[in-house]
Structure formats: structure tokens, C-alpha cells
């Protein structure tokens, strides 16, 4: 029997939630009527999570299975890792909070039965903070304005890819990339669905404000040099008003001779002219960082054990 689906769920510090998880993922998966499969990634928990997960493959060991990384490496990298161990034709990735229903899977389901390779959702009535709403909404904009890539929620996990968009993102070797977009760039036929969203069953978001921060400087620095070109030409810019102003000053000496006054003013210029060139250093830091983490060459995760089935020759 041909795999159609896989589920692939990273987990991280979801004890208090995990039950109602399993409770109405595995029903929503049967009434597929589907041969499917969930693969777990507990990215390093260090609560009970693990083992929960445990507990639940020796309830279903036929369509569970368990990969159990060594550290936490982030929600990114515990999905590629879940990427390389899927066996569907159809790969789907949920998060574990139960924010997007996995009842909602039928709707991409279909969405890729109309011939699509990838299918983004767009969720409906966000259940979250108006901070987080207001933060998603500017960097989906700044987003789109530098790397064209269009996606009208970036935040979402619930996505589906086909095999052929899986395989090319797992042979990419980037230590740090944004899958969502690194799939749009590979698919031919992308779209978007509508889904629920609702509030977290437990526990508490683990994205700060700083790491939704940084997952967008790895998305823009990932896929764009347009921040390298933008202030390169701010450069070139500053660098014409500044000659500008020093040709008025020489002129505005040489005609009312030496003056005092203006020193704060040109201290501030000053100030400002610095700032511009730490942030500078700081991008170019972001470019030149993503280098050195690229070259070391070190494994993106560690597999510490995993949990599954053994492989049977006749449905392999």
C-alpha cells in the first residue's frame, strides 16, 4: 500500500497539550480514509513531552512514529528533520498547540487533489495577541516588498508540500532557512486555503518578540540582497548631502569667517551619520554571520533515537 500522507508535528515543551493533540489528530486523520502516518520531532523538550510520545507510538505503532533530536534546534530544523525521515507522497506539517486544527488538513487535501504542489494557508480570526497580529501583518508586508515572495501569512505552520517540493528543500544545505518560502521558490503550482485558527489548549507560545525578529532577518538575509543594495545606496546618498554640506561650511567660513555656533547641530549630524554606519555593520554582520555558520559545515541537528515500526517488506 502506497503512503499518501505524512504528518510531521515538531514538539517542544508540549506536555499540557499533547493529549488533547492525539486526541483529535488521529481521528481527524482516519476519517481521511487515507493511508497516512505522523512523524514526531520532539526538538529537545525538557518536560514530559518525550515521553507522552512514547506512550502514544505503543498505542499506534502502525502510523506513529517518533524521531527524538539530541538538543533543541529549533522549530525550522526539527521539521527538516521530520522532512528527511517522511515516507508520504504528501508531507503536511502541523504545530502541536492545536492553534490550527488538524481537521482543517481535509481542506488542503483537497486543495492539492486540484493539482497544486503547495498549498499556504491564511488563518481566520487570529487567536492571538493584537501585538503579534499587528507585528505579523508589517513583516508579511516587508517581507514581500524585498524578497517577492508572496505569502499573505508567513506565520502559519499548517502547510502542505508535495514530495518533489520536500526532496528539493531537504537537499538544500542551508544551516539556517525559512521552509515556507524556500518551498514557494521551488513550487509551480502554489496556493493558499482559508483556515481556523483558535487559541492555544495549553501552554504558552515559545516566540518572543526577539525570535520572531530574527526569524525574518534569516528570512530577508536568506533569500534577498536587497538590504545590501538599499544601503548601498543610502551610502551614495549620504555621501552627496554630506559633500554638499561641507562645501556650504567652507563657503560659510571663507564669507563670515569662524563662528561657534552650530557646533550641537553638527553634532548631531554626526551622531546620526554613526548610526547609520553601526546599523550598516550590523547587516553586513547578518550576511557575514550566515557565511560562517554556512562554511563550518556542522550537521543542522542530531538524532538521538527513533521510534517506529519495524519496516515491512510487502507495504514498504
Request: charged share 20%; hydrophobic share 45%.
Amino acid at each position: 500500500m502506497t503512503l499518501v500522507l505524512s504528518v510531521v508535528i515538531p514538539v517542544y515543551n508540549e506536555e499540557q497539550g499533547l493529549q488533547a493533540l492525539f486526541d483529535r489528530l488521529y481521528p481527524a486523520l482516519d476519517a481521511l480514509q487515507t493511508p497516512y502516518e505522523v512523524v514526531f520531532i520532539n526538538d529537545g523538550s525538557r518536560d514530559r513531552s518525550p515521553a507522552l510520545l512514547r506512550q502514544q507510538f505503543e498505542k499506534r505503532p502502525d502510523v506513529t512514529r517518533v524521531v527524538l533530536l539530541n538538543g533543541n534546534f529549533g522549530q525550522h530544523m526539527a521539521i527538516m528533520a521530520g522532512f528527511e525521515h517522511a515516507r508520504g507522497a504528501r508531507i503536511v506539517t502541523l504545530d502541536a498547540d492545536l492553534q490550527n486544527p488538524p481537521e482543517e488538513i481535509a481542506k488542503l487535501m483537497a486543495a492539492m487533489d486540484a493539482g497544486h504542489d503547495y498549498v499556504g494557508t491564511i488563518r481566520q480570526d487570529r487567536q492571538d495577541t493584537s501585538w503579534r497580529r499587528w507585528a505579523s501583518r508589517l513583516m508579511n508586508h516587508l517581507r514581500e516588498r524585498i524578497t517577492r515572495i508572496h505569502m499573505t501569512d508567513q506565520g502559519c505552520m499548517l502547510r502542505a508540500y508535495d514530495r518533489h517540493i520536500v526532496q528539493a528543500i531537504t537537499s538544500c544545505r542551508e544551516v539556517n532557512t525559512f521552509i515556507p518560502a524556500l518551498a514557494y521558490t521551488f513550487a509551480s503550482r502554489p496556493t493558499e486555503v482559508e483556515v481556523r485558527h483558535e487559541e492555544r489548549v495549553a501552554g504558552e507560545s515559545k516566540y518572543s518578540l526577539y525570535s520572531l525578529v530574527r526569524l525574518n532577518f534569516d528570512l530577508v538575509t536568506g533569500f534577498s540582497v536587497v538590504p545590501l543594495q538599499l544601503f548601498s545606496l543610502l551610502g551614495i546618498l549620504l555621501s552627496l548631502v554630506s559633500g554638499l554640506f561641507v562645501v556650504y561650511l567652507v563657503l560659510r567660513r571663507l564669507i563670515l569667517g569662524p563662528e561657534a555656533e552650530g557646533v550641537f547641530t553638527l553634532f548631531a549630524i554626526t551622531f546620526f551619520l554613526i548610526s547609520i554606519l553601526l546599523f550598516g555593520i550590523g547587516l553586513l554582520g547578518e550576511y557575514v554571520g550566515r557565511i560562517y555558520q554556512q562554511v563550518r559545515e556542522r550537521p543542522r541537528f542530531l538524532i538521538d533515537a527513533i521510534l517506529e515500526a519495524p519496516a515491512d517488506p510487502e507495504h514498504s
